[in-house]
T-cell receptor, first 114, second 114 residues
Framework: DTGVSQDPRHKITKRGQNVTFRCDPISEHNRLYWYRQTLGQGPEFLTYFQNEAQLEKSRLLSDRFSAERPKGSFSTLEIQRTEQGDSAMYLC????????????FGDGTRLSIL | GENVEQHPSTLSVQEGDSAVIKCTYSDSASNYFPWYKQELGKRPQLIIDIRSNVGEKKDQRIAVTLNKTAKHFSLHITETQPEDSAVYFCAASIRGSGNTPLVFGKGTRLSVIA
């Protein structure tokens, strides 16, 4: 069990550029979650999947954000036309199906918008 | 929607003393409450969780209590050590079961002074 892995660890880009992050969950986990964390705050929910189905999107997820999990394994989160306010740590977590299964987090991708 | 309040925002204790962090939640349907520890630059790590069918759970020096009537839960760390210094987050499941998105508190920065 290598845990949840995320790539890249850091991303610096200019405002207006598109960025894409990848998350590989724990191999037997069906559920995958994306959260965003800004300095001094707790993680905030963005969206989550059960296998390849996207079950819910937060109001925080504007039209510039899109997430996919095409084969029910890894997931990607894309941000188009990045803005200063998108600077944050993007965290991925995964869990098993079943009631009240714990979520395990990856190390995150830190996005900095210049 | 669910709202989680966490207090205090910072906490300093002498090594060997106990630390208590308290959280309240708003949605009476929530029934899963995890606690995460996050060290600087690292992923949130699950340290303990509690389900609504129990009032208390203990794991070595860490315990969590839950009062469903009052909608609050607390983390207790006994015999604190310098390595307990970190930011601690409480969370509650949005809709009951743990494998749905979590709502996090804003965190408590715990400093254990040797």
């Amino acid at each position: 069990d290598t845990g949840v892995s995320q790539d890249p660890r850091h991303k610096i880009t200019k405002r207006g550029q598109n960025v894409t992050f990848r998350c590989d969950p724990i191999s037997e986990h069906n559920r995958l979650y994306w959260y965003r964390q800004t300095l001094g705050q707790g993680p905030e929910f963005l969206t989550y999947f059960q296998n390849e189905a996207q079950l819910e999107k937060s109001r925080l997820l504007s039209d510039r954000f899109s997430a996919e999990r095409p084969k029910g394994s890894f997931s990607t989160l894309e941000i188009q036309r990045t803005e200063q306010g998108d600077s944050a740590m993007y965290l991925c977590a995964s869990s098993s199906d079943g009631t009240r299964q714990p979520q395990h987090f990856g190390d995150g991708t830190r996005l900095s918008i210049l | 929607g669910e709202n989680v309040e966490q207090h205090p925002s910072t906490l300093s204790v002498q090594e060997g003393d106990s630390a208590v962090i308290k959280c309240t939640y708003s949605d009476s349907a929530s029934n899963y409450f995890p606690w995460y520890k996050q060290e600087l630059g690292k992923r949130p790590q699950l340290i303990i969780d509690i389900r609504s069918n129990v009032g208390e759970k203990k794991d070595q020096r860490i315990a969590v209590t839950l009062n469903k009537t009052a909608k609050h839960f607390s983390l207790h760390i006994t015999e604190t050590q310098p390595e307990d210094s970190a930011v601690y987050f409480c969370a509650a499941s949005i809709r009951g079961s743990g494998n749905t998105p979590l709502v996090f508190g804003k965190g408590t920065r715990l400093s254990v002074i040797a």
